[in-house]
């Protein structure tokens, strides 16, 4: 079975599709910030600042899938992080591109991560793939991610563009974050919560990367979100609902999060409606297409 080397393989994307991949009989490897080869999934070092990388990583992947970069949400948007964001996808796919080049060594396929943020706040507009991009930090970081992915390896090597939605996960993200106040049994939502969430079951996700590495017809830009999105306030009473919670939703006002979140929370108020119908037509078909058949499964296997 072939080698998949993983950018970004210790993140919540990166950890279940590295098991998926396994159980399926690929070799995966992972790239570090440090070495370790002894690990479940041996990681090798490199450092995409200093465009540095271990040259052996390389010259064992058959194919290369790059979810690295600096989370969204983590820190607050000062004008070094929000730099960050952009250099830390953009070196990670110029530091691959350099090795392939220079070991002219190339995987059969190049697969990135890119996010549905490249929409920007559209409102109840349906967008695919061909949409334009919105404005504003999140579309514009988006647009510099995705030149970089096209710039990667030579021509003719087939690239892969996920743009991922919201990715539904007890273990990370935004599930995990809404999940908490029901514990005192009160949820929220943002603003009035009308804002369209698109959103994916993890495995769903994983399965898609999957599929580009295995089907050599798929190359290009493909949305990673189920076919049907909801609302803020909809994916809010949804996960209430699964969880048997007979607790109260309560808004958090829109004016309340800029105070708290400056720019970032384009993050939570951006209405982003977003088609799955090019990844559909690939033949790709969705294990958990609706939100009543997401959430239980995710709460049941804690995935």
Partial sequence: MPTILIAGGSGLIGSRLSHLLREQGHEVLHLSRRARPDAAFPSYRWSPAASSIDDEAVLRADYVINLAGAGIADKPWTAARKQLIIDSRVDSARTLSAAFERLQHYPKAYISGAAVGYYGDR????????????????????MAWEKAIGEAGRPGLRKVAIRIGIVLSTQGGAMEKILLPFRFRVGTYFGDGSQWYSWIHIDD????????????SMQGTYNGVAPNPAT???????????????GLLAPVPAFALRLAMGEMADV???STRVRSGKIEAAGFQFSFPTLEKALPDLLRRKV
């Fill in 123 to 142: 409102g109840d507009e349906w967008m695919d793939e061909n949409s334009a991009p919105g404005e504003g930090f999140l579309p514009e970081s988006c």
């Fill in 205 to 216: 996700l994983c399965r898609i990367f999957i599929k580009a590495v295995e089907d050599d």
């Fill in 232 to 246: 803020n306030k909809e994916l809010t009473e949804a996960i209430k609902e699964a969880l048997g919670n007979s």
């Fill in 268 to 270: 939570v108020l951006d």
